[in-house]
């Protein structure tokens, strides 16, 4: 199968801080020829960057918690628990964000950074595509509350045991698929890290 696809119509349907965009479009089919016109539309967020901020010599990691407008349909659970993340502006590559949003969304000064890996978060309708990395830290000083005023950033930062960490996931305690990914990861590769950090 030659995997074609045609865009017929594009428009701009909102141009704000993230933009919405509506296309018309037909792709070509597994079972061969082309699919009807389609119509979607597609949330555009540019790359990102999500950065689990691990202390190898504590077993611990950084979590941070802040207000998600994604998560007011449910408002008792509207505080999400995350991991320090942001976008990569014009003219910044993938690192420099990591090392920029780990100081301003938890203080958090990066000794080693290593990419976990990259994905869409959620390709059925937004093109936002992540960097994950793990990044090492010394989170003997770490917590408080962290954040920009002028982005309207609240975001509450502490440390916790990797096994409690873990927990949380088990539990339904942590939401967020970027940081329910990195956990997993860290269970998974935490004794190969440490040989390499330690």
Same mark, same amino acid.
């Given at each position: 199968?030659?995997?074609?696809?045609?865009?017929?119509?594009?428009?701009?349907?909102?141009? &704000?801080?993230?933009?919405?965009?509506?296309?018309?479009?037909?792709?070509?089919?597994?079972?061969?020829?082309?699919?009807?016109?389609?119509?979607?539309?597609?949330?555009?967020?540019?790359?990102?960057?999500?950065?689990?901020?691990?202390?190898?010599? /504590?077993?611990?990691?950084?979590?941070?918690?802040?207000?998600?407008?994604?998560? +007011?349909?449910?408002?008792?659970?509207?505080?999400?628990?995350?991991?320090?993340? &942001?976008?990569?502006?014009? &003219?910044?590559?993938?690192?420099?964000?990591?090392?920029?949003?780990?100081?301003?969304?938890?203080?958090?000064?990066?000794?080693?950074?290593?990419? +976990?890996?990259?994905?869409? /978060? /959620?390709?059925?309708?937004?093109?936002?595509?992540?960097?994950?990395?793990?990044?090492?830290?010394?989170? /003997?000083?770490?917590?408080?509350?962290?954040?920009?005023?002028?982005?309207?950033?609240?975001?509450?930062?502490?440390?916790?045991?990797?096994?409690?960490?873990?927990?949380? +996931?088990?539990? &339904?305690?942590?939401?967020?698929?970027?940081?329910?990914?990195? +956990?997993?990861?860290?269970?998974?590769?935490?004794?190969?890290?440490?040989?390499?950090?330690?």
């Amino acid at each position: 199968m030659t995997k074609k696809f045609e865009i017929i119509e594009k428009q701009i349907v909102y141009p &704000g801080f993230f933009r919405m965009e509506k296309y018309r479009l037909k792709h070509t089919l597994f079972a061969g020829g082309w699919s009807e016109e389609i119509s979607r539309e597609l949330f555009v967020r540019g790359s990102c960057v999500a950065v689990l901020l691990y202390d190898p010599h /504590t077993d611990k990691v950084v979590l941070i918690e802040q207000f998600r407008a994604g998560a +007011i349909i449910r408002p008792e659970r509207a505080w999400l628990i995350e991991i320090v993340a &942001g976008a990569i502006e014009e &003219g910044e590559t993938a690192e420099e964000v990591a090392y920029r949003e780990s100081l301003e969304e938890a203080g958090c000064e990066i000794q080693d950074l290593m990419v +976990i890996n990259e994905f869409y /978060t /959620t390709p059925g309708g937004s093109s936002e595509r992540i960097t994950l990395f793990c990044g090492k830290v010394d989170s /003997t000083q770490v917590g408080g509350i962290f954040g920009l005023d002028d982005e309207h950033e609240d975001i509450w930062v502490n440390t916790v045991d990797f096994d409690e960490a873990y927990q949380m +996931i088990e539990n &339904g305690v942590i939401e967020s698929a970027i940081p329910i990914i990195a +956990i997993q990861w860290l269970a998974l590769n935490k004794q190969k890290l440490q040989q390499k950090w330690l």
